[in-house]
């Protein structure tokens, strides 16, 4: 039986919970395209100081796609405290700290993820969406023009569009060629304007979604994030990517949580202003989506912030391959 192909495409939390449900799904090989243009924290300090790939999105995909993940979890995201003695270390994760060295060890970022995907036992491939240094500015509603992923995920006035700056900025090759031959596309979940959008902002990117034979398919988030998609709809979530993209192609399926959320979730999160993404079935349908419903809610060990249940996310992608 040949091995099906699934391509996810995204970055932050909500990609590595996708992949470590979808690595369990057996006979099938996984590549995850990773957004690249974070600014902040350890992957923008890195970036700044060494001219590479922020690294901090790629790391948790990488760890999230190990056999021996309890583990790596541990050792990649532990963090030096920022103290006194340790400016330089402080603060960044030994994860990122050793990408930058492999990076510089065998003379180029690439190099370093193929050895560390070998060194790892990686189930599968991680691809950073760009090689060069790319930056996204947002236009808000107000007019207002804001620069950084990091001050656009702040943002609380409302997101108009993208983009990325410089605009001969180009996106990794190998990207648009595993696109194209994968049976499975899935965008999300993620933070639909500093995670989902941005790799979507390439025309090669866009232009291998739309040539390929793939079943495409959008998880939508299960809570809004206050600035970036107050009031967002499921549908206005698919309409925004559709609307980056100029309609150059259309999502086959949209994954979305029908379970109920934990009032004390509820509390917490309106205190932030965020609140439960709203399904508005009929528009859904009438835009064509075949729609898969599910409780996607974690019952067991769920943090403060409330995550898609990997494993449940998974039976339903072994169902659509």
């Given at each position: 039986?040949?091995?099906?192909?699934?391509?996810?495409?995204?970055?932050?939390?909500?990609?590595?919970?996708?992949?470590?449900?979808?690595?369990?799904?057996?006979?099938?090989?996984?590549?995850?395209?990773?957004?690249?243009?974070?600014?902040?924290?350890?992957?923008?300090?890195?970036?700044?100081?060494?001219?590479?790939?922020?690294?901090?999105?790629?790391?948790?995909?990488?760890?999230?796609?190990?056999?021996?993940?309890?583990?790596?979890?541990?050792?990649?995201?532990?963090?030096?405290?920022?103290?006194?003695?340790?400016?330089?270390?402080?603060?960044?994760?030994?994860?990122?700290?050793?990408?930058?060295?492999?990076?510089?060890?065998?003379?180029?970022?690439?190099?370093?993820?193929?050895?560390?995907?070998?060194?790892?036992?990686?189930?599968?491939?991680?691809?950073?969406?760009?090689?060069?240094?790319?930056?996204?500015?947002?236009?808000?509603?107000?007019?207002?023009v804001i620069k950084g992923e990091s001050k656009i995920s702040k943002s609380k006035i409302p997101i108009k569009r993208?983009?990325?700056?410089?605009?001969?900025?180009?996106?990794?090759?190998?990207?648009?060629?595993?696109?194209?031959?994968?049976?499975?596309?899935?965008?999300?979940?993620?933070?639909?304007?500093?995670?989902?959008?941005?790799?979507?902002?390439?025309?090669?990117?866009?232009?291998?979604?739309?040539?390929?034979?793939?079943?495409?398919?959008?998880?939508?988030?299960?809570?809004?994030?206050?600035?970036?998609?107050?009031?967002?709809?499921?549908?206005?979530?698919?309409?925004?990517?559709?609307?980056?993209?100029?309609?150059?192609?259309?999502?086959?399926?949209?994954?979305?949580?029908?379970?109920?959320?934990?009032?004390?979730?509820?509390?917490?999160?309106?205190?932030?202003?965020?609140?439960?993404?709203?399904?508005?079935?009929?528009?859904?349908?009438?835009?064509?989506?075949?729609?898969?419903?599910?409780?996607?809610?974690?019952?067991?060990?769920?943090?403060?912030?409330?995550?898609?249940?990997?494993?449940?996310?998974?039976?339903?992608?072994?169902?659509?391959?």
């Amino acid at each position: 039986m040949n091995k099906k192909k699934i391509v996810t495409i995204g970055g932050g939390t909500g990609l590595a919970t996708l992949l470590r449900g979808i690595k369990t799904i057996k006979n099938v090989d996984i590549v995850s395209i990773v957004t690249t243009m974070d600014d902040g924290g350890s992957s923008g300090r890195l970036r700044k100081e060494f001219g590479v790939v922020p690294p901090g999105d790629i790391r948790n995909c990488l760890v999230a796609l190990s056999d021996k993940e309890d583990l790596l979890s541990e050792l990649f995201n532990y963090r030096f405290p920022i103290k006194r003695g340790n400016p330089e270390v402080g603060g960044h994760s030994l994860g990122n700290l050793l990408l930058i060295a492999m990076s510089d060890i065998l003379g180029g970022f690439q190099n370093a993820l193929s050895a560390i995907t070998d060194i790892l036992s990686i189930k599968g491939k991680v691809l950073p969406v760009t090689l060069q240094s790319a930056n996204l500015v947002a236009e808000l509603v107000n007019g207002k023009v804001i620069k950084g992923e990091s001050k656009i995920s702040k943002s609380k006035i409302p997101i108009k569009r993208l983009k990325i700056i410089p605009k001969q900025v180009k996106h990794y090759p190998e990207v648009e060629k595993n696109i194209l031959c994968c049976d499975l596309l899935i965008i999300g979940p993620g933070s639909l304007f500093t995670s989902l959008i941005p790799p979507l902002m390439f025309n090669g990117i866009v232009n291998a979604i739309k040539k390929s034979n793939a079943r495409k398919v959008f998880i939508c988030n299960i809570m809004t994030q206050p600035g970036e998609t107050d009031n967002y709809t499921a549908s206005m979530h698919v309409n925004k990517v559709y609307e980056h993209c100029k309609n150059e192609f259309k999502f086959d399926y949209l994954i979305i949580n029908c379970g109920k959320i934990p009032d004390k979730h509820l509390h917490y999160y309106a205190k932030e202003k965020s609140f439960p993404v709203e399904n508005d079935f009929n528009i859904l349908k009438n835009m064509g989506l075949k729609l898969i419903c599910g409780d996607f809610v974690p019952r067991k060990k769920i943090g403060r912030f409330l995550r898609h249940d990997s494993i449940k996310i998974a039976e339903k992608i072994k169902m659509l391959i």
